[in-house]
Structures are given as structure tokens and as C-alpha cells.
């Protein structure tokens, strides 16, 4: 890697440390600092949402199938833009009318503080695990990219992701958020075109690649999967705490739809983009074996990126991954100050919430980056990834959903439910192939995975329909929401006119650094100013809209 790129990975992550230190003024309370006020912008929360959900392996995890296994890759990420529009017509704007400020406190709404207290150590469990296999795949990255040792990775990113999450809180996060989606979108639509020009076009890619490479699904990725996992896809970005956060942050069930429909979009059309460039790498080097795979797409960049291009696609995707990080930082520590330390001490001050709500950032990021470094001894990032979801997915996050929608389900249900579920799909990962020889596969595990909670919820509603049991409890949730309904909304239009704007100056400075780096380098310039000018007036369109819109306010 040349000086230039370093310069430039050095340039950008101190525009999006910045960034995100720009909000640390902002969180004056609870609602302030891990809700952004309420009301955030819907497309704001919408490419949050992708962010956060994309970054968590797309780089590393199926770009390792992609370069293994090809199209499959593709086929796996569709069941995510099903789920994304199933989740913008049904369910966003569900948990919208909530008026909760958390997926956590919903929960002590609807079922009871005894079934929160734990679920929360059951997700703050969880999310350790699911954090720190977030945080791999940026090591990942930078020891693929640069040669620095992947433990410094982890550790280095690690403290740096928890500084500007804990001081800028949401806002920090949804901003950072915006702007690495402009960065890697502009990035990977140039590596796209270079990639198929450094193997002699699309033709020789078809003809030169593996047999059955365009297979929508094979062997491992069976259509059964495909479906057990699009499931698990509905139930975990419907239900997930840290995104149930983008669909109560908004304003109204209208603008939480527009964040549902915006996720499914964005995956309709960024599978086939982001996985071209490690299926192109399979074809012009297919030597990768073990974990090697899972740099293939940093090993694409560095062979076709013109100077200064690799430094900021590596600081776009080192960021990009990280936001599921500092996602899940976010959502943990809000769980843990609003709904466990405000359970115990109700009088506590917004501004004592905030402190420790920063506080347990920091402590949750310090056991992120002790996880982060275990992932390889576990069996590599996607056999972390695929076994965390099939245990976890549908068990935690699907029997609180359904209370959203079901009169009858009690506390008692749903976190029986989740335990037995947790209890089954854990005997048969980790116990039956040893006790019994038996082991069951991808699909398989993916399937019991969504599968044995999905049978248990129904029958406990066709049992409580019959006994017409659990009602009351949900009659006395319906009147605490309205009580939240009837509250007075807090102001939060200076918020999103200061965020819109540190989102545009972000973009727009990095559309001037591809100005810079075109002129420096001596291949595809043409093709990086052009993705700069474009950039720069997107920038430029969002300071001048908000300018705009806060013109027409004071008049």
C-alpha cells in the first residue's frame, strides 16, 4: 500500500471521527442521545438501517461465498430486500406506535418488567458475541489490506469505534452511517468497471469462471436454506433491538414504513454490485483456500484501485463494517441505562443517564474487542456469523414481534418460548455432535433455528384463544400507550437540520478528496472525477436544502 493511500485512510478517518464528535453536545437526555430526538429524517434512518445491517459481513463473510461459491452470494442477500418490504408494510410502523424508546421497553410495557430483566441479560449476552464478529471482519480488512497484525486491528478500530459512539451517541451513529454509504457506493461503483476491465470484460468473466458459478443456489446454500433463512432475515431486522431502534426513531408510521421500504429497495439492487468484485477475483486468482477467502474482496481493490482509491475504499469499508459496531454499542448501553439502571433508581437525572449510558459504551466496546480477537479459534467469521444466527435469530427476537400483533401472548409465553428454542437449537449445535454423532447442516440448522419457535407460538395462540387468556395484561399495555401518545413531542428540528449538515459537509469533502486523488493518479482517473463531481454536488444539494428548508421554518 502507498504512502497516498495511507494519507488518505488516515484523511478519512478523521473526517468520520469528527463527524461523530460534532454531536457530542447533543445527547441532553435519554431520548436526546439514543433516539436522536424521535423524529430523524426516515431516509436518514433508512440508510442507517442498510449500514448497519449490510456492513455486518458483506465484505467479509459473503464475499468469502461470493468468491467460493458465486451467484449464491447473491441469491443468500435477496432474501434480505424480501424482508426489508415485508418489514415496511407490516411491521416498522407496528413498532412505531409503540411510543417506546427502546425494543426493551416495549417489552416491560407490553409483557412485564420481569420478562425484560431477562431478555436484556439474554441480549446483552448476545450482542457481545454478534458485536465482536462485526468487529473481526474490519481487522479483517486492514491486515489483508496493510499487514498489520489482525489482534492491533481489532484493538486499535475497537477504541476508536467506542470513542465517537459513546460521546455522540445516535446521532453520532446515523450521520457516520450516511456518510459511509456515499463513500462505499462511489468506491465500489468505480472498482465494478475496473474489475471486469483487468480480467478482459464480462465475456472471459462468463466463460473463465468455475462450473455451476451462476448457480442460484448449491449443495451448502440450498433453496431450503434460502428460505429458513429469509425468515431468519424477517425476524431479525424486524425484531433486532438495535434496528427496532431506526423505526421508533422516527416521527410517524408513515416515515417508519419509508425506512422498511428504503432497506428493500437498497437490497434489490446492492447484492449484484458489492459481490461482483470477489467473484470477479475468483476468476483471476483461484488459489485462495482455508480463511483466505475472506479477503478476497480487499485483494480485488488492490489489484485494479488507482492510487489513493484503495486508502479510501479500505477507510469506507473499515467504517461501513463498523457501524453495525457502534450500532449495537448504541442499542446496549441504552438498555442498560434507561431500562435497567432507571428500573433502580427512577429519580436519576437525564444528564446521570447519559453518563451512563457513555460509560457502559465504553465497558461494552472493551468486551467487543476481547471477543473480536477469540473469532478465528471459533472457526472463522462465518461460521460465527451463520451459527449465532440459527441459534439466536428466530428464538430472541421473534416471540416479542408477535406480541406486537397478538392480544393473547403473556410475559410468561414469550420468554418460555424463547428459552426452549434457545435450549433446543444449542443441544443440537454444540451437544448432539458429540453425544448422539449426529450433526445437522446449514439448512437444517436454519430451519430449527426459525422453525421451532414459529410452531410454539402458534400453538400457545390457538390454546390462549380458546382459554381467551392473557388478555388483560395486553387491555393495560393499551392504555399505557396512549398515556405516551397524549405526551407533549419534543423539538427536535435543530437536530435534524445539524445533522443534515454535517452529513453534507461529510459528503461533499470527500467528493473534493476524489477531485484530489484524480488528478494524482495515472489510471481511471477519468472514471474517479467524474464519481467526485457527482459526489461534491450531492453534498452541496443537501447543505443547500437544508438552507432552504430552514429559511421557509423562520419565515
Known amino acids: 500500500m502507498s504512502k497516498i493511500d495511507i494519507g488518505v485512510i488516515i484523511v478519512f478517518t478523521l473526517l468520520v471521527f469528527i463527524c461523530g464528535l460534532s454531536f457530542s453536545k447533543s445527547g441532553k437526555n435519554m431520548k ?26 458483506t465484505f467479509v463473510v459473503w464475499g468469502s461465498i461470493a468468491y467460493s461459491s458465486g451467484w449464491v452470494a447473491i441469491t443468500i442477500q435477496s432474501t434480505m430486500c424480501i424482508a426489508g418490504l415485508i418489514i415496511g408494510f407490516f411491521i416498522a410502523p407496528k413498532w412505531q406506535k409503540t411510543k417506546a424508546l ?25 450482542s457481545l458475541f454478534t458485536t465482536g464478529a462485526f468487529l473481526y471482519p474490519v481487522a479483517k480488512i486492514v491486515e489483508v489490506s496493510t499487514g498489520i497484525p489482525i489482534g492491533t486491528s481489532v484493538i486499535v478500530l475497537g477504541v476508536l469505534i467506542l470513542i465517537y459512539t459513546a460521546v455522540g451517541g445516535l446521532w453520532a451513529v446515523i450521520v457516520t452511517d450516511v456518510l459511509q454509504f456515499v463513500v462505499l457506493t462511489a468506491a465500489v461503483l468505480i472498482v465494478v468497471p475496473l474489475s471486469f476491465d483487468k480480467i478482459g470484460g464480462m465475456d472471459n468473466f462468463v466463460s473463465q469462471a468455475p462450473e455451476n458459478f451462476f448457480a442460484l443456489v448449491n449443495e451448502e446454500y440450498s433453496w431450503g436454506f434460502m428460505i429458513a433463512f429469509g425468515l431468519y432475515n424477517l ?28 432497506f428493500g429497495a437498497l437490497y434489490l439492487i446492492s447484492p449484484l454490485v458489492w459481490m461482483l468484485p470477489p467473484m470477479i477475483y475468483r476468476v483471476l486468482n483461484p488459489e485462495l483456500d482455508g480463511l483466505a477467502d475472506e479477503g478476497a474482496y480487499l485483494l480485488m481493490c488492490k489489484e485494479v484501485l488507482p492510487v489513493g482509491m484503495l486508502g479510501l475504499m479500505l477507510g469506507g469499508m473499515v467504517f461501513a463494517t463498523s457501524s453495525s459496531v457502534n450500532t449495537t454499542l448504541n442499542i446496549s448501553a441504552g438498555v442498560l441505562a434507561n431500562d435497567v439502571y432507571k428500573h433502580f433508581r427512577p429519580n436519576t437525572s437525564g444528564d446521570h443517564l447519559v453518563k451512563v449510558g457513555r460509560w457502559s459504551t465504553i465497558a461494552l466496546g472493551v ?5 473480536a480477537l477469540l473469532v478465528p479459534y471459533m472457526g472463522g467469521i462465518v461460521e460465527v456469523v451463520m451459527s449465532v444466527a440459527a441459534i439466536t435469530g428466530g428464538a430472541m427476537f421473534l416471540p416479542p414481534m408477535w406480541a406486537l400483533f397478538s392480544k393473547y401472548q403473556t410475559g410468561k409465553s414469550v420468554l418460555a418460548i424463547t428459552i426452549v428454542s434457545l435450549l433446543i437449537n444449542s443441544f443440537f449445535k454444540f451437544v ?15 430451519w430449527l433455528g426459525v422453525g421451532v419457535p414459529v410452531v410454539m407460538l402458534f400453538f400457545f395462540e390457538l390454546y390462549a384463544r380458546t382459554k381467551n387468556a392473557g388478555f388483560s395484561q395486553y387491555t393495560d399495555y393499551q392504555v399505557l400507550v396512549a398515556k405516551k401518545a397524549s405526551e407533549p413531542i419534543e423539538e427536535t428540528g435543530e437536530g435534524n437540520k445539524r445533522g443534515a449538515k454535517v452529513i453534507g459537509i461529510g459528503v461533499g469533502s470527500t467528493g473534493i478528496l476524489l477531485l484530489i486523488l484524480s488528478y494524482i493518479g495515472k489510471t481511471g482517473t477519468a472514471l474517479v472525477a467524474g464519481m467526485g463531481v457527482l459526489v461534491v454536488l450531492l453534498g452541496t444539494f443537501i447543505i443547500y436544502r437544508n438552507s432552504k428548508s430552514k429559511k421557509i421554518h423562520k419565515s
Open 32 to 57: 436526546s442521545f439514543f433516539a436522536a430526538g424521535g423524529a430523524l429524517p426516515w431516509w436518514m434512518s433508512g440508510l442507517s438501517l442498510f449500514m448497519s445491517f449490510f456492513s455486518a459481513g
Open 102 to 126: 427502546t425494543a426493551a421497553e416495549f417489552i416491560t410495557d407490553r409483557l412485564g418488567y420481569g420478562t425484560q430483566k431477562i431478555y436484556t441479560y439474554l441480549f446483552l449476552l448476545i
Open 235 to 262: 425476524f431479525f431486522i424486524a425484531g433486532n433491538w438495535a434496528y427496532v431502534q431506526r423505526y421508533t426513531s422516527v416521527a410517524t408510521p408513515k416515515d417508519a414504513k419509508k425506512v422498511g421500504w428504503l
Open 367 to 371: 468486551i467487543t474487542i476481547i471477543v
Open 432 to 446: 448432539s455432535p458429540s453425544l448422539l454423532g449426529f450433526s445437522l447442516d446449514r439448512a437444517q440448522e436454519m
